[in-house]
């Protein structure tokens, strides 16, 4: 299975959770994976420099392994319950594997280009393990724009009933049309989204 059938793009982020080793430092963190235009299969994440992976990169670290789950929950234990992640040793690399994921990118460290704030690492993709048939990387794209449609069919009713509640319903989607246009470049998505605010701006005429 290739990195594309897999859910990776050059135009939309994969959420995933990367996980890294130095030495005997081990961490895991969410991280938004692009595809990168090169003549052989390159992925590349942006790491910033007040993460823990952002040190273990600029120190040596030498390969990492992405992966690929759609478990809002290990999400969350990679950021707040580091401790509660289980690991299981990768095939090809040193950094571990997150136990009970759908599929597995083990990467070497390739190029790591350093910029204001931020570096951009460069991986080559070593190996690729799927444990199910069915399994796509997580975007944030996708889901945003439904949660954006849902608040704006409740915009309809509260409109008119209750206006504090309507507010709330307009911060969101104004919340949801940046997420799809910080996690994707793909124009018929950031159209759909700007649509969504704009029709829901609409229904408040200057002035009311």
């Known amino acids: 299975m290739d990195l594309e059938k897999l859910g990776f793009s050059r135009m939309t982020y994969s959420e995933v959770i990367l996980t890294i080793r130095l030495k005997e430092t081990v961490n895991a963190a969410p991280m938004g994976i692009l595809l990168n235009d090169d003549e052989e299969p390159r992925l590349k994440v942006r790491v910033y420099e007040s993460q823990r992976t952002y040190e273990m990169i600029l120190n040596g670290a030498g390969d990492c ?21 289980s690991y299981i040793p990768a095939e090809s690399v040193s950094s571990p594997r997150i136990c009970d994921c759908k599929a597995y990118v083990e990467c070497s460290i390739n190029e790591v280009v350093k910029h204001g704030g931020y570096v951009e690492v ?20 996708g889901p945003a724009i439904i949660e954006a449609l849902i608040c704006y069919s409740k915009l309809l009713y509260f409109k008119d009933a209750d206006m504090e509640e309507a507010e709330n319903l307009m911060k969101r989607i104004d919340i949801f049309r940046d997420i799809v246009y910080h996690s994707t470049k793909e124009e018929t998505l950031r159209k759909a989204a700007a649509r969504i605010l704009g029709k829901s701006k609409e229904l408040f005429p200057e002035g009311s």
Do not use: G
């Open 65 to 85: 392994v992405l992966n690929i789950t759609d478990d809002p929950l290990l999400f969350y234990n990679a950021i707040f319950r580091k401790d509660e992640i």
């Open 122 to 141: 460069f991986l080559k993709p070593l190996l690729i393990n799927v444990t199910r048939r069915s399994v796509k990387t997580f975007n944030r794209a």
